[in-house]
Structure formats: structure tokens, C-alpha cells
């Protein structure tokens, strides 16, 4: 009975599952918000019973349909894609949960399937294997996520999500061409293969080869809003609703920088290893850090404070360029930790802001109205949530944080040091900034609407779980280090 | 040079012309129409470098991910004039918020 | 693990668990509150005492949870950590009797005491941390759990005291992390061990020892408030009475007294880190910040204020006694961090009894005012006695043995710091003395509540607690006596087997002799 349940095809289940729950929503709108719950759920057992195959098996490889690469598509789950995988599946439930009762039945009947169709994507995209097949995925991605920025259908948002869509597929056109240049080169879209061959042909890399490189990076660093390529994020992330604002910042920046990280170490790795180019990334990063923070301060809008937070964190992340010599380094267990710990908390986030929305019907952070006892579990979420962006214990953020400062202390790197506890100095103080706001009354007092308990629960609980991810790093990081795709591979086709 | 490599050549062209016309112009249909031209460059250098020897077939390959990179580039350009239309709506210019219409 | 393995994480979970049910209870359940508040702080307290009886037996307590590759969360029962354990524990229970009575119909107070019993469960867990990433984890976990305390009253004053507070302790909390990660990179662990962990580390990393000590005491000094890194302390009077009893006697500023302490004794070692040559300027800030928080005492009419520049200057006792590196002066700097805890809490509950009964905030208000609440005064005088060190109150013995430390270590200048003290002490306390008992008391007392009671309910709230012929009520009666004998008791009866000087000798005997 444990053996067949391992045995079954997770993988694709978690592509296939939310692929008919958006079929199925679109069908029968009525039933959407049960049928989107349903499908959410299932993607968490899919989830849990990949992490037990991959437990027992180590790492995981399925060609679909029986083919395989280089014509036919290869499904892949290592111990990265597995820890992105299971933070899509808990964050995506909770976000699913909230989403039951945020949305009006007009607005749920359009949001459902399409967030059905992002979770797809998502799920594909963690499993993919070869680069072209990320393009599709990146595409898919991309397009539900500008549908559900624009959902609302204000002028905000209509605006931000226009941004977002231009910039999301100048991304996705720089990262094709640079596949149709990889694919000229090495005659192969498999990175396992393409990284082979990278190897033996990296002393005399050809312009095209570079050209690939450089505009992958460049395309998938506009995705992931890293400074200075972050213009579209604050206009999209802080104008959609809670639920999307959620999804976004948790979620889908994080999916292109998982690319990013993937083909950087893997695919990338003899060319970049030791160059001035992991510089300036993380030069990049700390710019992202800084900029990020003071602007968050500067805001007086909460869900654009929030949505500068982002960019912040996710120059945390492009830290790991100079920091990690390789994978199951320091600095990689340090940037993956760091990602889901964020996931989680600012998702937390922006569902508390989406209650405080509801609540006030503003969110103004001067105006935050003694909400600290009129909506307890909120004010939680928020400062849990907070205490890990801050990166202080007991938090995931805090375990991210001393792995990376531990990392760059070994390697000499003060530089990253102090911009990472500047970074987090000017975290406390906008998050504080909030929380002293919600104990104090505000000049104008507003009517308060109720917040569903499920509303406020989801919120507390993802919060909770970036706590908890502080006294989990044994196992969370055992499970990262499940092998890697090159170290398995065959030699394929 | 090869006819391959021409293509390759003007295919990259196109895409910085469409690069250029992105970021240039202000009117969103132009923006649009400049994503496409792009993608029509990268779709274009994947089919010049599709080729193979003289007298052999194309390589398949790059011509079925031309296929879904055309696939994919309706989509897009369908979710892109939607949009156009709804911003060009609400707020009676079809531009982005901080940029004037030429 | 066994059962020995748990107690130190039971001794944690005892008042986290209490504090978290808290959260959750209406604001009218009174009752079940105060039950629970008591179930905790008694609990803890039998915990407490097992691990004293069983460590007296021979025992060992010690909890390990993993936390991070090749670190672990360390809980360990050491002599020095049940010193403080024990003086937290027991003054915790002390404090919330205090808090009930203070804030009787006061608003929000399940939220106050939820946040009161994360502040003791962090305050315990440094105590008890056995390396120094837990220590780390509790002491951040402290800077947060008190925060909600300081803003409580909602006021924009508060929240701008808040901010201030954040300030200071966030900072020193990313200078203690720097410190730490630091100093684990060089020497792959960081348990805390009699004499130090770093008699391994080659000469060549010196420089950057100096530079982790700097970093390690800054991020300290900041809550144990040395000059200057003090400016929060005043600031944070903004919170109600328990809260500041709390905090400047158990929990914060003793935390990073006690931090200092561990740093030294435990990380560097005494001889380790006066070979570096860092105990001098340690020693000289400290003696500086002793007579810079009494002159500024001195200046304050607001009681609390006055209170708080003395606890600056005290709380500097216990650095001067680390600092001076012998083992006589590390008992009198150990043992004043139980002296000064009593000493000092008892004022600081005299001080909120005189604001709550009679809406007294300043000295100059004080006349006579012994005559009308004679115990709470007499609690009062034996503290303030304390203070300025006169026999037979413990102040005095702390005193002696830092005295008697400086002169063994050749550091006569030391004694010239502690006279000059005594002196400044006697003249900001012996003022407030003198009109409390001997002059003639005002016409009426000040009953406004300017920051309490909005305006509503004053009316009721002074017929409710008018109090006759009582003094006041009995919550707020009974705490300063308590500690104010503990205070007295602790200075006659030194030579009792479990006194904190007797206690204090057996850390500086494991410091200084055991090999």
C-alpha cells in the first residue's frame, strides 16, 4: 500500500492536477471556489507524496509520454525543485484558502481559473528539465500572472499590469534568443547534456555562447526585478489584489530566479565560476538591498511598502553570486532558505494587508486605527511575518541571514557584510514603522468591516510558519541537498 | 556569408530594432506591435540556424520551437491589445501612467 | 532525551505557555487569567528549584535542540545561570502580583500580560542559554517581547519611545550578531566554558578578537545601558510601573548585564581577555557611566527618571566588578546583580504605588507623604539605603567586595569611583527621604491619572479606590515588602548556604581556580 502510494506519478500529477482544476472552474463557474480549494489541496498530497518518492529514490527523472529528451520533455525533481515545489503547494493553499473569501462572485468566477493556470505553470516550471521547456513555462506564468495583476480592473492596476506584461515578455524574447543561440552551439536544449558540453567547450566559449548567457541573464533578472530592472514590480505587486499581490511577490519572482540559479550553477558554471560577473550581481544585489529598504521606508501606502520590501529581499537573494563557490555550499543553503522563509512571510504580508484593506478600507500607514486590538490575528501575521523579513531569531529569515554572513565572513567579503545589516537595520525600521502605527489611534476614525476568520487564519498561519522554518533547518536542509540534476543525469540522448 | 548566417544577422536586427522601438515610443500599440517584431527576429535566427548540411533536411528542432514561440506570441499579443484597450478606456490615452502620449 | 534533558525546556515552556493562552482570553476573564499568570510563575518556580536541589545532588540539566549545520540550541543549568534564573523566576512572581493590582480595570490586559510572559520566557532563556547563539536568540526575542509593553498604553508619546527603543536595541542586536557569526567563523563553536573557548585561536587573529569584544560588549551595553547607549532607559518610563520594575531590575537591563558576564567569563575568559588588554577600557566606560547616571540622577524631578539614571549608574557596578578582573571583585559584581534586582525593583514598585494611590509622578510632590503611606515609604527608605550602600542591606556587601576586589588588583582608582557613588547616591536619595518622613504633607494629593484614564471613568475609578483608612491596595502593598526584606535578607544572612553571596563565590571559585 506505502509502496504504491510512493509509486504513483506525482509529477505529473502536480502539472496535470491544477491544468483540469482551471478547465473545470472555467466549466462550471459556480462550483469554482470548492473545485479551486479541491485542486489546491490535492497539489499539497502531490507534493508531500513527491518528497516521500524522492526521499526513498533520490532524485527523480520522468520523460512524458515515454520519450525522451532531446524530442521529447523530461520531468526533474531534485532536492531544489522539491523545496519549491512544497513552498508553491503551502503557500499557494493558504493563498487558495484566503482567496474563498476575499473575492466577490464576480471577481472569483475570473480569478479561479487562472490562478489554477499559474499553478501549472509553476509546477511545470520546477520540474523542468530543459530550457526550452522553462521558456514555456515562464510564458504560461507570465501571462496568468498579468491577468490576475489586472483583475480588478481599476486604473492601477490595468496600468501596473500593462507594465508588467511589456516587461515580461522583453524578458521571455531576450531568454528565447539566448536558447535558440545555446541550442546552435551545443545541438541540445537538455541542461543535463548542455551542461556536459559546456564543460568540455568552455576554454574556447564562442561569442555565442556568451551572447546566450548574457541575455538569459539579462531576461530572467528583468523577471526577478532585481535592481535596476525592478521599475514594473511596486506599480504591479502594491495595485493588485491581497490574494495576487500575494501570489506574486511569494511565488512568481521567485520562479525566475530558480531558473536563474539553476542554469548559473549548473549549465553556466564553467564559464562564470571565479569572474567578475558574480560581482556584479552581487553589486546588483546590494543595490537592490539599499534602494529597496529606503524606498519601502519613504512609503506611505502599505501595500507599496511591502511591494519595496520585495525588491529588497530579493537583492538578499542575488547575494549568492559572489558568496557561493558552488552548490550545497554555505551561501546556497543560505539563499534557498532565505526564499522559502520569504515566500512564506511576505505572503503573510500582503494577506494581512488585504485584511487591513477590508477592514478600514484603506491602507494608509498613519491611518492604521489601534488595529492591534481590533484585529489581533492581523497584527500577528504582520509582525511575525516582519520579524522574519527582518531577519531576526527565532525565524527562517534569521537562519538565511547567519548562513549568508557566515558565508561572506569566511570569504572576507565586509562589503556584503555591512550592506546586510544595513539591510536589515532598515528593515526593523520600516516594519516597525507599521507596527507602532497599529497600536496608536488614528486622527479620523473609519468603519470597520468585518475580516472572515479564514481570512485572518491563512495569514497567522503562514506567518507562523516562517517562525517555525527557524527550527527546522536540519531538515529542510537535508532535504535541498538531495542530488542535483547534473550529478544523476545520464548521458541522455 | 552563407544565406544562414544573413538571416541569423537580420533576425538579431530586428530585435534590437524591435528593442529599440519598445523602449522609444510611448503609444502602447507601437510598444506591441515592437515586442512582435522581436519575437518575429528571434524566431527568425531560430530558423536560420536551423539548417544543416547542404542536401540534409532542416533540423526539426528549432522549426517546432518556432511553432510554440508563435503559439505563445498570439497569446501574449491577444492579453496585450486586450489590456491596451482597457487602459485606453479608463484612463483615455493608451500609455503607461508616467509617459506622454506623442 | 531523558528527563534531566527536558526540565531546562520545561522551565522555558512554563511561562510561554501560560502567555500564549493569554493571547487568546477575552478581556473580562479576569479570573482565569490571574490563575493562569500564577499556575506559570509558581510553576516555574518548583521547576526552578528542582534544578537548584537536583544540581546541588550532583545533576545535570541540559536540553540540546538543533538549530543550524554544527549548532545547536543549548539550554545548560550552570551555577551562574541559576543565579539568574532564580532571581528572574522569583521576582517574575513577585512583578505579577504587582501588575494585577496596578492594572485593575486598566484596558488591553490580556494583551499586557501575554507580552509580560513572552518577556520572562526570553528573560529565562538567556539565562539559562548555554552558548552563545542561544543566548543570541533569546536576547532578540527579549528586545521584541518587551516592545509591545512600551507602546502599550497606545499614546503617540508611546510609540515614539517605542521607536527609540528600537533604535538602541535593534543596533545592538545587529553588533551582537556580527560578533557572534564572527567569532564562530573563527573558532567553529560557541559554547559557553569556564575560562573561555578560544585558547585555540592563533595570535594572529587578535586584532580581530579585540574587534569581535568591541562589537559583543557594544551590542550588550546598549540594554545593560552603558554610557552611551543608555539613551532608551529614560525614554522608556513611558510604560506603566510593572512594566518598568520589569524591566529595569529582571529583564532587559540585566540581560545584557548578565550578557557582559558571559562574554567574559565564559567566551574570553577572564585572564584571556585581560591579556588582550580590553578589560581596561571596559572598566574605565563602566566607571564613567556609574558617575554619569548619579549626576544625572541628581538633575531629575520626575521619580521614575530619577530611578532610571540610577539604575544606568548601578547596573555599570556589575561591568566595573567584571572588569577589574580578580576574583573578589567578580563575586561583588556577580552578587549585585541580585542585590541591585531587589534593591531596585522595590523602589520602582514604591514609585508606582505612589503614582497609582496618589498620582504622585514627582519628587517635589512628595512631601510628607511617609505619613500617609508609612509601609510603602519604609519599603522605599531600606532600598534607597540599599543604594547608597549601607549596612546591613545588600548594596553595602556588593560594594565591599568590588572595594575589596579593586584594592587586591591594584586598582586603587576603582575605590574613588565607589565612594564617589555612595556620595552622589546619598545625595539623590536622602532628599526624597527627608520629605517623604519630615515635612509636612500638601493640602491634597495630585490624583490626576494625565496618561491612564481617558477622561470617562474618572469619576468611578476615584470612588473605587478610595482607599479610607487603608493605605493602598494590598497587590501593590505586599510586593515592594517582600523584595524589600529579600533586599535586607540578603545582606544579614550572607553566610545561609544558598545566599546569592555564597552562590556568587562558587562562580568566581569555577572562574578563576578550577582548572
Keep these: 500500500m506505502q509502496n504504491a502510494f510512493i509509486e504513483l506519478p506525482w509529477a505529473v500529477a502536480l502539472i496535470l492536477l491544477p491544468l483540469a482544476g482551471a478547465m473545470g472552474c472555467f466549466l462550471f463557474p459556480r462550483i469554482s471556489r470548492t473545485l479551486g480549494l479541491m485542486t489546491s489541496f490535492s497539489i499539497v498530497v502531490s507534493v508531500v507524496g513527491l518528497g516521500w518518492q524522492l526521499l526513498e529514490h533520490g532524485s527523480y527523472r520522468h520523460a512524458v509520454g515515454g520519450w525522451g529528451a532531446p524530442l521529447g520533455i523530461e520531468l526533474v525533481a531534485d532536492g531544489l525543485s522539491l523545496l519549491m515545489l512544497t513552498t508553491t503547494a503551502i503557500v499557494g493553499f493558504a493563498i487558495s484558502v484566503y482567496s474563498t473569501t476575499y473575492f466577490k462572485p464576480a471577481l472569483a468566477v475570473r480569478f479561479w481559473p487562472i490562478w489554477m493556470c499559474l499553478l501549472a505553470a509553476l509546477n511545470a516550471l520546477f520540474l523542468s528539465a530543459d530550457i526550452f521547456n522553462l521558456y514555456v513555462t515562464l510564458e504560461l506564468l507570465g501571462l496568468s500572472a498579468v491577468a490576475l495583476t489586472a483583475l480588478t480592473g481599476s486604473k492601477e492596476a490595468l496600468s501596473g499590469a500593462m507594465r508588467y506584461l511589456l516587461a515580461t515578455l522583453l524578458a521571455s524574447l531576450a531568454y528565447l534568443l539566448g536558447v535558440a543561440l545555446l541550442y546552435h552551439s551545443f545541438g541540445s536544449v537538455d541542461i543535463a547534456v548542455l551542461a556536459q558540453q559546456m564543460q568540455a567547450a568552455s576554454p574556447y566559449a564562442s561569442g555565442a555562447i556568451w551572447a546566450a548567457l548574457g541575455l538569459m541573464a539579462a531576461g530572467l533578472m528583468l523577471k526577478s526585478a532585481v535592481f535596476p530592472l525592478h521599475f514594473w514590480l511596486p506599480p504591479a505587486h502594491g495595485s493588485a489584489p491581497a490574494p495576487v499581490s500575494a501570489l506574486l511577490s511569494a511565488l512568481v519572482v521567485k520562479a525566475s530566479f530558480y531558473i536563474l540559479l539553476r542554469l548559473w550553477f549548473t549549465l553556466f558554471e564553467p564559464l562564470v565560476n571565479g569572474e567578475a560577473i558574480n560581482t556584479l550581481l552581487g553589486l546588483l544585489g546590494c543595490a537592490a538591498i539599499l534602494w529597496g529598504s529606503v524606498q519601502a521606508l519613504r512609503q506611505t501606502r502599505l501595500k507599496l511598502l511591502i511591494a519595496y520590501s520585495t525588491v529588497a529581499q530579493i537583492g538578499y537573494l542575488f547575494l549568492v553570486f559572489p558568496l557561493a563557490a558552488s552548490m550545497g555550499s554555505i551561501a546556497w543553503n543560505g539563499v534557498a532558505y532565505l526564499i522559502i522563509s520569504h515566500a512564506l512571510a511576505k505572503s503573510a504580508m500582503f494577506l494581512s494587508a488585504g485584511n487591513l484593506l477590508c477592514f478600514g478600507g484603506h491602507d494608509r500607514i498613519a491611518d492604521l486605527d489601534r488595529v492591534v486590538q481590533r484585529l489581533p490575528l492581523t497584527a500577528a501575521a504582520f509582525a511575525l511575518a516582519g520579524v522574519s523579513i527582518m531577519g531576526l531569531p527565532p525565524s527562517g529569515g534569521f537562519i538565511g541571514k547567519w548562513l549568508l554572513l557566515e558565508a561572506a565572513i569566511i570569504q572576507g567579503r565586509w562589503d556584503l557584510v555591512a550592506v546586510m545589516i544595513l539591510g536589515g537595520l532598515l528593515a526593523a525600521a520600516y516594519i516597525f514603522k507599521v507596527i507602532g502605527h497599529t497600536f496608536t489611534q488614528a486622527p479620523v476614525t473609519h468603519e470597520a468591516q468585518s475580516v472572515s476568520a479564514s481570512m485572518q487564519w491563512s495569514a497567522l498561519l503562514l506567518a507562523i510558519g516562517a517562525m517555525l522554518l527557524g527550527f527546522l533547518s536540519l531538515p529542510v536542509l537535508s532535504l535541498l541537498n538531495i542530488s542535483d540534476i547534473t550529478a544523476t543525469s545520464g548521458v541522455g540522448l | 556569408m552563407n544565406p544562414a548566417s544573413f538571416y541569423a544577422l537580420v533576425g538579431i536586427g530586428l530585435f534590437c530594432l524591435g528593442l529599440f522601438g519598445l523602449i522609444m515610443n510611448s503609444h502602447l500599440l507601437r510598444k506591441i506591435l515592437a515586442i512582435n517584431i522581436m519575437g518575429s527576429g528571434v524566431f527568425l535566427v531560430l530558423v536560420a540556424l536551423a539548417g544543416r548540411a547542404e542536401n540534409m533536411p532542416a533540423d526539426p528542432v528549432p522549426h517546432a520551437m518556432v511553432i510554440t514561440g508563435i503559439v505563445v506570441a498570439i497569446s501574449a499579443t491577444a492579453l496585450a491589445l486586450t489590456l491596451m484597450l482597457r487602459v485606453a478606456s479608463e484612463t483615455g490615452h493608451a500609455t503607461l501612467p508616467d509617459e506622454v502620449e506623442k | ?515
Excluded at chain 3, 541540559?62 to 550552570?78: D, H, I, K, S, Y
Excluded at chain 3, 541559576?82 to 494585577?100: C, D, E, G, P
Aim: hydrophobic share 50%; aromatic share 12%; charged share 10%.
Design chain 3, 1 to 515: 532525551m531523558s528527563w534531566n534533558a527536558w526540565v531546562p525546556l520545561l522551565v522555558v515552556m512554563s511561562s510561554l505557555l501560560p502567555g500564549l493562552i493569554i493571547f487568546g482570553l477575552a478581556e473580562d476573564k479576569a479570573r482565569l487569567r490571574i490563575a493562569l499568570n500564577l499556575f506559570g510563575a509558581l510553576s516555574k518556580l518548583v521547576l526552578v528549584s528542582w534544578m537548584i536541589w537536583g544540581v546541588y545532588q550532583g545533576y545535570h540539566y541540559e536540553t540540546r535542540l538543533p538549530l543550524l549545520p554544527n549548532l545547536e540550541l543549548v539550554l545548560r543549568a550552570g551555577p551562574l545561570a541559576l543565579l539568574f534564573v532564580s532571581l528572574s523566576t522569583i521576582l517574575w512572581l513577585v512583578t505579577t502580583v504587582y501588575a494585577i493590582g496596578y492594572l485593575e480595570d486598566s484596558p488591553h490586559r490580556s494583551r499586557f500580560f501575554g507580552f509580560f510572559s513572552l518577556c520572562v520566557t526570553a528573560t529565562v532563556g538567556v539565562a539559562l542559554a548555554g552558548n552563545l547563539i542561544t543566548f543570541l536568540l533569546f536576547y532578540e526575542l527579549l528586545t521584541l517581547a518587551t516592545y509591545p509593553l512600551i507602546v502599550h498604553r497606545g499614546t503617540e508619546e508611546a510609540r515614539q519611545a517605542g521607536q527609540t527603543y528600537l533604535r538602541y536595541t535593534i543596533s545592538g542586536g545587529a553588533l551582537l550578531l556580527i560578533g557572534t557569526v564572527w567569532l564562530y567563523s573563527l573558532t567553529g563553536t560557541l559554547e559557553f566554558t569556564p575560562k573561555g573557548f578560544l585558547s585555540n585561536v592563533g595570535e594572529q587573529h587578535y586584532p580581530a578578537l579585540i574587534t569581535i569584544f568591541a562589537l559583543l560588549i557594544a551590542g550588550l551595553g546598549v540594554k545593560a545601558a552603558l554610557f552611551p547607549l543608555h539613551g532608551w532607559l529614560p525614554q522608556a518610563m513611558i510604560a506603566p510601573a510593572p512594566v518598568s520594575a520589569l524591566l529595569h531590575a529582571v529583564a532587559v537591563v540585566k540581560a545584557g548585564a548578565f550578557g557582559i558576564i558571559r562574554v567574559v567569563y565564559d567566551v574570553f575568559g577572564v585572564e584571556f581577555s585581560a591579556a588582550l588588554g580590553v578589560l581596561a577600557p571596559l572598566a574605565w566606560l563602566a566607571a564613567f557611566t556609574i558617575i554619569y547616571g548619579s549626576l544625572r540622577a541628581l538633575f531629575q524631578d520626575d521619580l521614575k527618571r530619577r530611578l532610571a539614571y540610577s539604575t544606568i549608574s548601578q547596573v555599570s557596578y556589575i561591568a566595573l566588578g567584571v572588569a577589574i578582573a580578580g576574583p573578589i571583585a567578580t563575586i561583588g559584581g556577580v552578587v549585585h546583580l541580585v542585590h541591585q534586582g531587589l534593591m531596585k525593583i522595590t523602589l520602582f514598585f514604591c514609585a508606582g504605588n505612589l503614582a497609582e494611590t496618589l498620582g504622585i509622578h514627582k519628587i517635589s510632590e512628595m512631601n510628607g507623604v511617609g505619613r500617609r503611606m508609612p509601609w510603602t515609604m519604609a519599603a522605599f527608605t531600606i532600598g534607597a539605603f540599599g543604594m547608597i550602600g549601607a549596612p546591613p542591606i545588600a548594596g553595602f556587601i556588593s560594594k565591599w567586595y568590588l572595594g575589596l576586589g579593586a584594592l587586591n588588583t591594584g586598582q586603587s582608582w576603582v575605590i574613588l569611583v565607589l565612594a564617589g557613588s555612595s556620595l552622589l547616591n546619598a545625595a539623590y536619595f536622602l532628599p526624597i527621604l527627608h520629605r517623604a518622613w519630615f515635612m509636612p504633607p500638601p493640602e491634597s494629593w495630585p490624583h490626576e491619572h494625565p496618561d491612564k484614564h481617558k477622561g470617562e471613568h474618572k469619576g468611578e475609578h476615584r470612588d473605587k479606590h478610595y482607599w479610607g483608612h487603608k493605605e493602598t491596595a494590598w497587590a501593590l502593598l505586599l510586593p515592594p515588602l517582600v523584595t524589600a526584606a529579600m533586599a535586607l535578607a540578603a545582606g544579614l544572612l550572607v553566610t545561609l548556604p544558598f545566599s546569592p553571596l555564597e552562590w556568587a563565590k562558587l562562580i568566581s571559585v569555577r572562574e578563576f581556580y578550577q582548572p
